[in-house]
Structure formats: C-alpha cells, structure tokens
T-cell receptor
Framework: RKEVEQDPGPFNVPEGATVAFNCTYSNSASQSFFWYRQDCRKEPKLLMSVYSSGNEDGRFTAQLNRASQYISLLIRDSKLSDSATYLCVVNTNDYKLSFGAGTTVTVRA | GAGVSQSPRYKVAKRGQDVALRCDPISGHVSLFWYQQALGQGPEFLTYFQNEAQLDKSGLPSDRFFAERPEGSVSTLKIQRTQQEDSAVYLC??????????????FGPGTRLTVL
C-alpha cells in the first residue's frame, strides 16, 4: 500500500467553480503535511502547508483530519491558471517527503 | 535569486550506458535530495545529503545508482548500466536548514532520462 493515496481525477470544472479533493496517508506518525502544485513538465512547487486547525491561502483551503488520516484541498472561484496536478505530500520523518501520485485539475473557460 | 538548477535537462541513453546527472542547489542550502518521478506518478525519494554526508540512501533502487556531494554543494547522481526501467524524471531539491519538517524543499526543473 502506498504511503499517500490520492484520487487521480481528472477534475474538469468551469471557471468560477469550486473544486475539492483529498488524500489519505497510512503512517499515523506523520508530522507535517503539504500540498504541492506541479504544472505539466515542470517541477513541483509548494502551494501550502496544512495545519491541524485548517488553513486558508487566498482561494485555497486545506484541512487535516489526523484521526482519519485525511487531508483535503478546496479551490474556490477556479481560474484557468489553477489547471495543474496537485500533489499531496506527507513528511514521515524529519526530512523525507512522501508524495501521492497527484490529482489533475483542469479549469475550462 | 537563482533556484535549483539541473543538467542536462534531457538525456537519451542506450541501454547499458552510464549516465551522470548534475544538481546545483540554492547557494547556502545545507540539505539536498534526489527524487525519481515516473510518468503519471509522484516523486519518489532516492537519497538525502546534509552537507557532504549522505545520511539516507534507502530509496536508491539498486546498486547501479550512486550519488555524491563531495564538497557539500553540487551533487551528482550516477546510474551505471542503464535499463529501460530507469527512464524517468530525476528531480533534485534543496532546503535551507538541517533536517526538519518545516524546511521547504525547493525543486529543480529535473532531468528527463530516456533509456532506449
């Protein structure tokens, strides 16, 4: 079983829509959680960290449920530029990142 | 400022050839990581350096893979006797501080290796 599991999508949504997706992780000792964004043929870039109390960064909201080992990302008022693959990432020790396979989001005009 | 750079960006090798992939981390970054990303998958951890010390090489798929960072800055990932299953994007990342979950890893653009 992979350490981080994600719904691969694709999620195909119109501009202005809200889209939400999640991932689950298997190691209950995981310490830190992130969402990275990866554009086609580009490197992953940190989108946001995920905190236990939930956190927002503009149109992006991340939630963490440690009891269920579940992380979510919600994008409000989707823009064309939000089209990308979103990687769920878990830090299982003090340096090693474990990545999910990614959720593809396509925002259409 | 300059980010993480990698060279070459693309490499085509014939099966059995040796390849060397280079990573220049962000200046002053102590930690350096190598990842392998297969098509349609997320990056998979290969190895971790803290300065010149290789502290974790548990993700290297076989003894054909070797990484070094002799002076604590530039790193090279070498793959000997390449196989078709080695075809992937090899990503390098660096982070500022010592090991710690809160240190953001900054990724380079990757080297896309194709083994024919």
């Amino acid at each position: 079983r992979k350490e981080v599991e994600q719904d691969p999508g694709p999620f195909n949504v119109p501009e202005g829509a809200t889209v939400a997706f999640n991932c689950t992780y298997s190691n209950s000792a995981s310490q830190s959680f992130f969402w990275y964004r990866q554009d086609c043929r580009k490197e992953p870039k940190l989108l946001m960290s995920v905190y236990s109390s939930g956190n927002e960064d503009g149109r992006f909201t991340a939630q963490l449920n440690r009891a269920s080992q579940y992380i979510s990302l919600l994008i409000r008022d989707s823009k064309l530029s939000d089209s990308a693959t979103y990687l769920c990432v878990v830090n299982t020790n003090d340096y090693k990142l474990s990545f999910g396979a990614g959720t593809t989001v396509t925002v259409r005009a | 400022g300059a980010g993480v750079s990698q060279s070459p960006r693309y490499k085509v090798a014939k099966r059995g050839q040796d390849v060397a992939l280079r990573c220049d981390p962000i200046s002053g970054h102590v930690s350096l990581f190598w990842y392998q990303q297969a098509l349609g998958q997320g990056p998979e951890f290969l190895t971790y350096f803290q300065n010149e010390a290789q502290l974790d090489k548990s993700g290297l798929p076989s003894d054909r893979f070797f990484a070094e960072r002799p002076e604590g800055s530039v790193s090279t990932l070498k793959i000997q006797r390449t196989q078709q299953e080695d075809s992937a994007v090899y990503l390098c990342a660096s982070s500022l501080g010592l090991a710690g979950g809160i240190n953001t890893q900054y990724f380079g653009p990757g080297t896309r290796l194709t083994v024919l």
